[in-house]
């Protein structure tokens, strides 16, 4: 493919970056990507309280301002959509329907975050083998709560949990061999739903690999699941469109032959 394509990076819109919309825009288009979704975070949930974030009615509204405020100033083969990343869409999943339901969006990325339980999975202690795997049974369960659900285009980062253990030193690795049962009904259903999977590369910046994992890939593949997109999960314009190079050698090698672009939360596919 000749250019790049990122569909999963975040703006000042989100609470965790301080990235000007305008420059995160041009970082990625410097970075060589031509077709870009900026998905910032819709948390319906503060990670703090577990309580409803109220500031998630205003992300998709934001979103179009933001797109908008720069159209005229951007490159003439930029092609620049407007999606979110929305968290949580269990625990109030009338609210994921309403603001998933914003006519200008083109795509939307569905994540899990934060358990019920025990709050965000970025704050847990992973020194104990068996609360990790409490942490995957219970992430594992959550993915599947919002594989069942039609408020998202694409799952974000399945097994990106891990990132957090091994910071710790230590990994909760989500594996064919210990969870391949539960893997494969949650990517069986996304496919059943016409729904897709990202390869985000967040993870091979900072050493903690590809999420989904190549074995997580393959099974996706092998099962028929066809719609998988880029992101590099960007929150600075100094991580615009790292490891995308890198990202799509990994579908290729999964056997992957083409990419979702989205628009208007239609896929269209273009080789790689
Ligand atoms: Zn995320
Ligand atoms: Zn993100």
Same mark, same amino acid.
């Given at each position: *493919?000749?250019?790049? #394509?990122?569909?999963?990076?975040?703006?000042?819109?989100?609470?965790?970056?301080?990235?000007?919309?305008?420059?995160?825009?041009?970082?990625?288009?410097?970075? !060589?990507?031509?077709?870009?979704?900026? #998905?910032?975070?819709?948390?319906?949930?503060?990670?703090?309280?577990?309580?409803?974030?109220?500031?998630?009615?205003?992300?998709?509204?934001?979103?179009?301002?933001?797109?908008?405020?720069? &159209?005229?100033?951007?490159?003439?083969? *930029?092609?620049?959509? *407007? =999606?979110?990343? /929305?968290?949580?869409?269990?625990?109030?999943? $009338?609210?994921?329907?309403?603001?998933? !339901?914003?006519?200008?969006?083109?795509?939307?990325?569905?994540?899990?975050?934060? #358990?019920?339980?025990?709050?965000?999975?970025?704050?847990?202690?992973?020194?104990?083998? +068996?609360?990790?795997?409490?942490?995957?049974?219970?992430?594992?369960?959550?993915?599947?709560?919002? +594989?069942? *659900?039609?408020?998202?285009?694409?799952?974000?980062?399945? !097994?990106?949990?891990?990132?957090?253990?091994?910071?710790?030193?230590?990994?909760?690795?989500?594996?064919?061999?210990?969870?391949?049962?539960?893997? =494969?009904?949650?990517?069986?259903?996304?496919?059943?739903?016409?729904?897709?999977?990202?390869?985000?590369?967040?993870?091979?910046?900072?050493?903690?690999?590809?999420?989904?994992?190549?074995?997580? /890939?393959?099974?996706?593949?092998?099962?028929?699941? $066809?719609?998988?997109?880029?992101?590099?999960?960007?929150?600075?314009?100094?991580?615009?469109?790292?490891?995308?190079?890198?990202? &799509?050698?990994?579908?290729?090698?999964?056997?992957?032959?083409?990419?979702?672009?989205?628009?208007?939360?239609?896929?269209?596919?273009?080789?790689?």
């Amino acid at each position: *493919m000749a250019f790049l #394509t990122d569909q999963h990076c975040h703006t000042d819109i989100s609470l965790d970056s301080s990235a000007p919309y305008y420059d995160m825009v041009m970082a990625e288009y410097n970075a !060589g990507v031509r077709w870009l979704c900026v #998905t910032d975070h819709c948390d319906t949930v503060d990670w703090r309280t577990l309580r409803f974030h109220p500031g998630c009615r205003d992300v998709a509204r934001r979103e179009l301002e933001a797109c908008r405020a720069v &159209q005229d100033r951007l490159p003439a083969d *930029m092609r620049l959509r *407007m =999606g979110m990343e /929305l968290a949580e869409l269990i625990f109030y999943p $009338e609210l994921a329907q309403e603001l998933s !339901g914003a006519p200008w969006l083109d795509f939307i990325l569905g994540s899990c975050h934060l #358990t019920k339980e025990y709050g965000d999975y970025h704050e847990q202690d992973y020194s104990s083998p +068996a609360f990790c795997e409490e942490l995957l049974d219970i992430y594992l369960r959550d993915l599947q709560r919002v +594989a069942d *659900m039609d408020y998202f285009d694409v799952m974000a980062h399945i !097994g990106y949990v891990r990132r957090y253990a091994i910071r710790q030193g230590t990994d909760a690795d989500l594996t064919l061999k210990k969870h391949g049962d539960r893997i =494969g009904t949650i990517l069986k259903t996304i496919i059943q739903n016409g729904k897709g999977i990202e390869l985000n590369c967040s993870g091979l910046r900072d050493g903690c690999g590809p999420f989904p994992s190549a074995e997580i /890939l393959k099974l996706y593949r092998s099962l028929g699941g $066809e719609i998988v997109t880029l992101g590099s999960d960007a929150h600075r314009p100094r991580d615009a469109a790292k490891c995308l190079d890198a990202g &799509q050698q990994i579908l290729r090698d999964c056997g992957f032959r083409y990419l979702a672009l989205f628009t208007k939360h239609k896929p269209e596919f273009i080789p790689i």
